[in-house]
């Protein structure tokens, strides 16, 4: 791989990528285990994320409850899975966790993968910066058709929808206060923001 990383354009320094099943052998072998945070594995390189606060892990519970409640009420909860800080393998230079994905059913696999997946959610508390410029991309680029990015603190969520295989995304709307917000794969289901957070 040719990379433009400063210090590494005169090739006396080597990067190693990982492919998915290097990252998920490391892992069954227990590497990760000392890790203060999660890790994950974004296109090739493993990145160690902060370990998950009581804030934001109670954010992605309510969004978690909130959605799926809606959708239970929508009766459409028989074609998806919401899943909580679950690997997405994304090709296979890619497995992030987002705090939460819909995706939809599946079976015989152990891990959703992109092509699966309807909304990605990350709760954005002290990570805004890495969520935007890391997992949007990379969200964008596998195709996901619509990326919520909840900031709490804000009393804020920013919708992506329409993304493009360039990494960026031709639809963002900023959602504040006493707004409401429709998932694409269930427009029927209207949330208020209050119930996100």
Do not use: C
Request: zero cysteines; charged letters at 25%.
């Amino acid at each position: 791989m040719t990379t433009s990383e400063p210090g590494l354009e005169d090739g006396s320094v080597s990067e190693f990528l990982f492919d998915f099943d290097a990252f998920e052998q490391m892992d069954r072998a227990g590497l990760f285990q000392r890790a203060m945070g999660r890790v994950q594995l974004i296109e090739g390189r493993l990145l160690e994320m902060a370990p998950t606060s009581s804030d934001h892990g109670d954010t992605s519970g309510e969004a978690l409850f909130a959605l799926k409640s809606a959708a239970v009420r929508a009766g459409v909860t028989a074609d998806f899975r919401f899943l909580v800080h679950a690997t997405l393998k994304i090709g296979e230079h890619s497995a992030p966790e987002p705090d939460l994905t819909v995706v939809r059913a599946f079976t015989g696999r152990t891990y959703a993968e992109a092509a699966d997946a309807v909304l990605v959610v990350e709760v954005s508390i002290s990570t805004r910066d890495g969520d935007l410029k890391l997992k949007a991309p990379l969200y964008a680029r596998a195709g996901i058709p619509e990326f919520w990015l909840i900031e709490p603190e804000q009393r804020r969520v920013t919708v992506f929808r329409a993304p493009q295989p360039n990494g960026t995304w031709a639809s963002t709307t900023v959602h504040d206060d006493d707004d409401a917000v429709s998932p694409l794969f269930a427009p029927q289901i209207s949330l208020s923001l209050s119930e996100l957070f």
